[in-house]
């Protein structure tokens, strides 16, 4: 036929033209919706409809309807995709199909893809859930492993004299609460994040509808069997068309077909939008049309068929298919469903396909290994012809029988012929048992629920084992339903749904009430929990089943923020069985969310004795080391867990944790980097990858990572505000209180932030601002010692030296150990004028913290105005030891010369330290050392016009309260530099009063 040029067609197109051609009324309702694609869907007098509801009793056709119109939108250039209840039992599962089917037509949806693939890994982590941080430490003090890494980091950060000893230097305590703050909204993910965004699935696909929207006249989506896929899309698509998900473009239409009317109360909002479709059984003349077409004219056949089928055109056409040529060719006695299939099968004249047609009725789903498993051995032939019936359909990888069909030839077969009922259903059981083990074969017991395959295999296993022995397989089924709430919702619907087919095919006493139970708790606001508990009413659990329900149960309650609730759930499950792995890593991980570290270690140790090889376990056990600042301990296990999993992407990232936590920020960076390798959508790891930058100092590369996580999800607070510390610590204040602020906005009760936006004002000299900003926080939480001593910093800095003093004394009050508040109080008490005082705290600090050169420095200065200068020689000196190459101690040291050995001696040194001035963050420094060398080194330049130029530039108030000191003790030293330093004294005193 290659010559004959006629064109060619694909069996497919072929197999479709034969259906248009045998499809026997409904045509208003064809052209009801072939009139609505040739209407504009912006017209203002006219606009096409967008959603339509076709509904009517099973079996009057709305799948049968719904495939015309999906044939007749792709000949109007339209794009479209279907999805009935075997493609739904989540929205995530229902847009991936609707999505691979836009895809097929339409090219690759990317974006979509993106966030679907996020979403799976997101669902695939949540299965064993991130090892999550202790939260108490990020609201009240810093952690002590958080402390150490900061004064590590951060050191004692000296200025050049003029803009404040401590001006400059970030309050250590902030930045280490900052950590904490991180890594607690990091954890947070791994406690509450269960499941991932799936807003940010259906945010996706709505931007994938609005780029083919812009290519296609229209989208339509079918969502086919409604009255079940309505369970989990009805609030959905409510949502959908009013654009929570972002903008739904005008020219998507949205079809709907199920067998009720649309819920009154909820759908009242949208009601007047709906065109209602709803379809009758034929007419006397549609009915007697199709069997014309079908070959039955015989007056007698078609009476019998028109009062036998009712009109319902599924039973018009099984019994159109049966070509009865009499009337008693048509059995018109028993229920009239019943009654066509019965027909039908009879008439089938081959044995071969009457025994496949009633074999594969057995089996919810088909594709061809499963018919092959179904059918008789001498009609492995058939599988075509199969498909071609009028009661099969589906689409993708499976095909279904129509419900009323299925439902008669299984209700057939088992009162026929138990036996060969139970039979069967155990073939099919054993071959899907088969099939699971394939699929087991390379795949950790610990991932098999999370492989879809595998999950396929063992709930048709399930359902087929139900099915032939329903007493004897509850037991198992009911503890798969366990594992199932434990994994997901989706997951959970499948096995309750799966458990109501089941009773519904055997109309088991037993079975029957369990599937009601389960459905009404699938139901509940909280599926999973509530199936758990409904699967404890079962009084013959075996003690390992019963374990494990207990055991999920404390895993959600734990998820919920019930702790004390979880506990106690998982010390049940242990009593009940001792042996139960998960029970003892999870109350483990209770455990160390709360803090209680050692506890959690012991947890994990009897899990891993149980199995060693429990990769999560060994992981978990390592966080719980990095939180009690075992760093080491940590890699270790980190690692032997990576050793059994090296996909384990949550176990690089905490392993990276645990290096930047023990101050090894490369090593940090390598391993979050891998962690991003094998699954670049982890938000957390980006945030503390660029966590590990900003402290390592790298400001630049910490933004980059951070804007990357809030890419992933603009919603994460914590990495605003991570990001806003970022800017701070390298001086972009304002970039600093723009995140911030956004934090804050998506989180008004984000202390830390209020704080950490009060510091970047107080760094920026907004004193005000700043304490606006710390006493909000406060107000929030009076126990942030941190906060405190920020804001008796700004108090400091804007020159009230006794609301300073009071805040440090609050914040020394919570916390004895504060060492950087003691040594602010006594630089508050120093500027005062309170040498003594000073004195008295800074050797307190010293006390507690040796190594705070800033402290010495500061305490030198103490006593050198205080005159006591010996004193003052030896604390610059140590300082130097532990600091050499701080730039202001050099000063400090030879204004000490200048005071005791005077001027003179000291005119080659001042040369050689003014002349070229250290730059600093801080541009009063630099003001400050111009106007230094026209006082000691330039006579010949006016006192005036330099004094000019500083109070130009506008120096902070502590600068020119630690000039005015410089000053005055200049002014002691006699001969002109004694006047020219009392004349800018005065200078001074008129344009900057005290």
Same mark, same amino acid.
């Given at each position: 036929?290659?010559?004959?040029?006629?064109?060619?067609?694909?069996?497919?197109?072929?197999?479709?033209?034969?259906?248009?051609?045998?499809?026997?009324?409904?045509?208003?309702?064809?052209?009801?919706?072939?009139?609505?694609?040739?209407? %504009?869907?912006?017209?203002?007098?006219?606009?096409?409809?967008?959603?339509?509801?076709?509904?009517?009793?099973?079996?009057?056709?709305?799948?049968?309807?719904?495939?015309?119109?999906?044939?007749?939108?792709?000949?109007?250039?339209?794009?479209?995709?279907?999805?009935?209840?075997?493609?739904? $039992?989540?929205?995530?599962?229902?847009?991936?199909?609707?999505?691979?089917?836009?895809?097929?037509?339409?090219? *690759?949806?990317?974006?979509?893809?993106?966030?679907?693939?996020?979403?799976?890994?997101?669902?695939?982590?949540?299965?064993?859930?991130?090892?999550?941080?202790?939260?108490?430490?990020?609201?009240?003090?810093?952690?002590?492993?958080?402390?150490?890494?900061?004064?590590?980091?951060?050191?004692?950060?000296?200025?050049?004299?003029?803009?404040?000893?401590?001006?400059?230097?970030?309050?250590?305590?902030?930045?280490?609460?900052?950590?904490?703050?991180?890594?607690? #909204?990091?954890?947070?993910?791994?406690?509450?994040?269960?499941?991932?965004?799936?807003?940010?699935?259906?945010?996706?696909?709505?931007?994938?509808?609005?780029?083919?929207?812009?290519?296609?006249?229209?989208?339509?989506?079918?969502?086919?069997?409604?009255?079940?896929?309505?369970?989990?899309?009805?609030?959905?698509?409510?949502?959908?068309?009013?654009?929570?998900?972002?903008?739904?473009?005008?020219?998507?239409?949205?079809?709907?077909?199920?067998?009720?009317?649309?819920?009154?109360?909820?759908?009242?909002?949208?009601?007047?939008?709906?065109?209602?479709?709803?379809?009758?059984?034929?007419?006397?003349?549609?009915?007697?049309?199709?069997?014309?077409?079908?070959?039955?004219?015989?007056?007698?056949?078609?009476?019998?068929?028109?009062?036998?089928?009712?009109?319902?055109?599924?039973?018009?056409?099984?019994?159109?298919?049966?070509?009865?040529?009499?009337?008693?060719?048509?059995?018109?006695?028993?229920?009239?469903?019943?009654?066509?299939?019965?027909?039908?099968?009879?008439?089938?004249?081959?044995?071969?396909?009457?025994?496949?047609?009633?074999?594969?009725?057995?089996?919810?789903?088909?594709?061809?290994?499963?018919?092959?498993?179904?059918?008789?051995?001498?009609?492995?032939?058939?599988?075509?012809?199969?498909?071609?019936?009028?009661?099969?359909?589906?689409?993708?990888?499976?095909?279904?029988?129509?419900?009323?069909?299925?439902?008669?030839?299984?209700?057939?077969?088992?009162?026929?012929?138990?036996?060969?009922?139970?039979?069967?259903?155990?073939?099919?059981?054993?071959?899907?048992?088969?099939?699971?083990?394939?699929?087991?074969? #390379?795949?950790?017991?610990?991932?098999?629920?999370?492989?879809?395959?595998?999950?396929?295999?063992?709930?048709?296993?399930?359902?087929?084992?139900?099915?032939?022995?329903?007493?004897?397989?509850?037991?198992?089924? +009911?503890?798969?339903?366990?594992?199932?709430?434990?994994?997901?919702?989706?997951?959970?619907?499948?096995?309750?749904?799966?458990?109501?087919?089941?009773?519904?095919?055997?109309?088991? +006493?037993?079975?029957?009430?369990?599937?009601?139970?389960?459905?009404?708790?699938?139901?509940?606001?909280?599926?999973?929990?509530?199936?758990?508990?409904?699967?404890?009413?079962?009084?013959?659990?075996?003690?390992?089943?019963?374990?494990?329900?207990?055991?999920?149960?404390?895993?959600?309650?734990?998820?919920?923020?019930?702790?004390?609730?979880?506990?106690?759930?998982?010390?049940?499950?242990?009593?009940?069985?001792?042996?139960?792995?998960?029970?003892?890593?999870?109350?483990?991980?209770?455990?160390?969310?709360?803090?209680?570290?050692?506890?959690?270690?012991?947890?994990?140790?009897?899990?891993?004795?149980? %199995?060693?090889?429990?990769?999560?376990?060994?992981?978990?056990?390592?966080?719980?080391?990095?939180?009690?600042?075992?760093?080491?301990?940590?890699?270790?296990?980190?690692?032997?867990?990576?050793?059994?999993?090296?996909?384990?992407?949550?176990?690089?990232?905490?392993?990276?944790?645990?290096?930047?936590?023990?101050?090894?920020?490369?090593?940090?960076?390598?391993?979050?980097?891998?962690?991003?390798?094998? %699954?670049?959508?982890?938000?957390?790891?980006?945030?503390?990858?660029?966590?590990? $930058?900003?402290?390592?100092?790298?400001?630049?590369?910490?933004?980059?990572?951070?804007?990357?996580?809030?890419?992933?999800?603009?919603?994460?607070?914590?990495?605003?505000?991570?990001?806003?510390?970022?800017?701070?610590?390298?001086?972009?204040?304002?970039?600093?209180?723009?995140?911030?602020?956004?934090?804050?906005?998506?989180?008004?009760?984000?202390?830390?932030?209020?704080?950490?936006?009060?510091?970047?004002?107080?760094?920026?000299?907004?004193? %005000?601002?700043?304490?606006?900003?710390?006493?909000?926080?406060?107000?929030?939480? *009076?126990?942030?010692?941190?906060?405190?001593?920020?804001?008796?910093?700004?108090?400091?800095?804007?020159?009230?030296?006794?609301?300073?003093?009071?805040?440090?004394?609050?914040?020394?009050?919570?916390?004895?150990?504060?060492?950087?508040?003691?040594?602010?109080?006594?630089?508050?008490?120093?500027?005062?004028?309170?040498?003594?005082?000073?004195?008295?705290?800074?050797?307190?600090?010293?006390?507690?913290?040796?190594?705070?050169?800033?402290?010495?420095?500061?305490?030198?200065?103490?006593?050198?105005?205080?005159?006591?200068?010996?004193?003052?020689?030896?604390?610059?000196?140590?300082?130097?030891?532990?600091?050499?190459?701080?730039?202001?101690?050099?000063?400090?040291?030879?204004?000490?010369?200048?005071?005791?050995?005077?001027?003179?001696?000291?005119?080659?040194?001042?040369?050689?330290?003014?002349?070229?001035?250290?730059?600093?963050?801080?541009?009063?420094?630099?003001?400050?050392?111009?106007?230094?060398?026209?006082?000691?080194?330039?006579?010949?330049?006016?006192?005036?016009?330099?004094?000019?130029?500083?109070?130009?530039?506008?120096?902070?108030?502590?600068?020119?309260?630690?000039?005015?000191?410089?000053?005055?003790?200049?002014?002691?030293?006699?001969?002109?530099?004694?006047?020219?330093?009392?004349?800018?004294?005065?200078?001074?005193?008129? $344009?900057?009063?005290?």
């Amino acid at each position: 036929m290659s010559g004959s040029g006629r064109e060619r067609l694909s069996r497919g197109e072929l197999i479709r033209q034969r259906a248009r051609a045998q499809f026997v009324g409904r045509r208003a309702q064809l052209s009801l919706f072939a009139e609505n694609l040739a209407r %504009d869907p912006l017209s203002e007098g006219d606009p096409a409809e967008f959603l339509f509801h076709v509904r009517g009793v099973g079996g009057v056709g709305k799948s049968t309807l719904l495939r015309q119109w999906r044939e007749a939108a792709q000949r109007a250039g339209a794009v479209s995709a279907v999805v009935d209840e075997n493609d739904v $039992h989540g929205v995530p599962q229902a847009l991936s199909e609707l999505a691979r089917q836009l895809a097929e037509e339409a090219g *690759p949806l990317k974006g979509f893809d993106r966030a679907a693939e996020q979403f799976r890994r997101e669902q695939e982590v949540a299965a064993e859930p991130v090892p999550a941080d202790g939260a108490g430490a990020a609201e009240g003090g810093a952690s002590l492993s958080s402390r150490l890494v900061t004064q590590a980091t951060l050191g004692a950060v000296s200025l050049i004299p003029g803009a404040g000893v401590v001006t400059a230097m970030a309050n250590p305590e902030a930045a280490a609460q900052g950590l904490d703050r991180l890594r607690a #909204g990091a954890g947070a993910r791994g406690r509450r994040g269960r499941g991932g965004d799936a807003a940010g699935v259906s945010r996706a696909f709505v931007a994938e509808l609005d780029r083919l929207c812009g290519q296609y006249r229209w989208v339509v989506l079918f969502l086919d069997t409604w009255e079940h896929t309505g369970r989990y899309l009805d609030g959905w698509l409510r949502d959908l068309l009013q654009d929570t998900f972002g903008p739904l473009p005008a020219n998507v239409m949205v079809v709907l077909a199920g067998r009720d009317e649309l819920a009154e109360r909820e759908w009242a909002p949208l009601r007047a939008l709906v065109a209602d479709v709803p379809l009758e059984v034929f007419t006397e003349a549609e009915t007697r049309a199709l069997l014309a077409a079908r070959g039955v004219t015989e007056p007698g056949a078609v009476e019998a068929v028109l009062q036998l089928s009712m009109g319902l055109p599924l039973l018009v056409e099984l019994c159109a298919l049966a070509r009865p040529t009499t009337a008693g060719d048509v059995d018109q006695g028993g229920d009239a469903v019943d009654a066509a299939v019965e027909r039908f099968v009879q008439w089938i004249t081959d044995p071969r396909q009457r025994e496949t047609v009633l074999a594969c009725a057995l089996a919810p789903q088909l594709n061809e290994d499963v018919f092959t498993a179904a059918a008789p051995q001498e009609a492995q032939g058939l599988w075509g012809w199969l498909c071609g019936q009028p009661f099969v359909s589906g689409h993708g990888d499976f095909k279904q029988y129509h419900a009323v069909v299925r439902a008669s030839m299984v209700r057939r077969q088992r009162t026929h012929s138990p036996q060969r009922w139970t039979t069967a259903h155990l073939r099919l059981a054993d071959a899907h048992a088969a099939w699971r083990t394939d699929a087991e074969q #390379g795949l950790p017991e610990a991932k098999q629920w999370g492989d879809p395959l595998w999950r396929r295999h063992r709930l048709t296993e399930t359902y087929h084992r139900l099915c032939a022995h329903p007493a004897a397989s509850l037991e198992a089924a +009911l503890e798969q339903t366990a594992h199932a709430a434990g994994r997901d919702t989706a997951v959970l619907r499948q096995w309750t749904d799966t458990l109501e087919q089941a009773a519904r095919d055997t109309a088991d +006493l037993t079975l029957l009430p369990w599937a009601d139970r389960l459905q009404n708790a699938a139901a509940d606001s909280d599926p999973a929990l509530a199936s758990l508990t409904a699967l404890l009413t079962h009084g013959h659990l075996t003690p390992a089943t019963r374990a494990w329900v207990h055991t999920y149960r404390g895993r959600r309650l734990f998820l919920a923020d019930r702790d004390e609730e979880a506990l106690a759930e998982l010390d049940r499950a242990i009593a009940a069985d001792p042996h139960n792995h998960r029970a003892w890593a999870y109350r483990g991980d209770v455990h160390c969310w709360n803090g209680r570290t050692d506890q959690a270690v012991t947890d994990l140790t009897a899990a891993l004795a149980l %199995d060693p090889t429990y990769a999560w376990a060994l992981g978990s056990r390592g966080d719980a080391h990095r939180q009690a600042g075992r760093y080491d301990d940590a890699i270790t296990d980190l690692t032997a867990a990576l050793d059994l999993d090296p996909t384990y992407a949550w176990a690089l990232g905490y392993r990276g944790d645990a290096h930047s936590q023990a101050g090894r920020y490369d090593d940090a960076i390598t391993d979050l980097t891998a962690a991003l390798d094998l %699954d670049p959508t982890l938000a957390w790891a980006l945030g503390r990858r660029g966590d590990a $930058h900003r402290q390592a100092g790298r400001y630049d590369d910490a933004i980059t990572d951070l804007t990357a996580a809030l890419d992933f999800d603009p919603t994460l607070a914590w990495a605003l505000g991570s990001r806003g510390e970022a800017h701070s610590q390298a001086g972009r204040y304002d970039d600093a209180i723009t995140d911030l602020t956004a934090a804050l906005d998506l989180d008004p009760t984000y202390a830390w932030a209020l704080g950490s936006r009060g510091e970047a004002h107080r760094q920026a000299g907004r004193y %005000d601002d700043a304490i606006t900003d710390f006493t909000a926080a406060l107000d929030l939480d *009076p126990t942030y010692a941190w906060v405190l001593g920020s804001r008796g910093e700004a108090h400091r800095q804007a020159g009230r030296y006794d609301d300073a003093i009071t805040d440090f004394t609050a914040a020394l009050d919570l916390d004895p150990t504060y060492a950087w508040a003691l040594g602010s109080r006594g630089e508050a008490h120093r500027q005062a004028g309170r040498y003594d005082d000073a004195i008295t705290d800074f050797t307190a600090a010293l006390n507690l913290d040796p190594t705070l050169a800033w402290v010495l420095r500061s305490r030198g200065v103490a006593h050198r105005e205080g005159g006591r200068y010996l004193l003052a020689r030896e604390d610059f000196e140590r300082a130097s030891a532990l600091k050499p190459g701080d730039p202001g101690l050099p000063f400090e040291k030879l204004l000490l010369d200048t005071v005791t050995s005077g001027p003179a001696a000291c005119v080659e040194q001042w040369t050689e330290l003014l002349i070229s001035p250290v730059e600093t963050p801080n541009g009063d420094a630099t003001r400050f050392f111009g106007l230094f060398r026209v006082l000691l080194l330039e006579p010949e330049n006016n006192v005036a016009e330099a004094t000019e130029v500083f109070l130009s530039a506008g120096p902070n108030r502590d600068a020119v309260t630690d000039l005015r000191h410089y000053l005055a003790e200049l002014s002691t030293v006699g001969g002109e530099l004694a006047d020219r330093a009392r004349q800018c004294q005065q200078l001074i005193a008129e $344009h900057a009063p005290e």
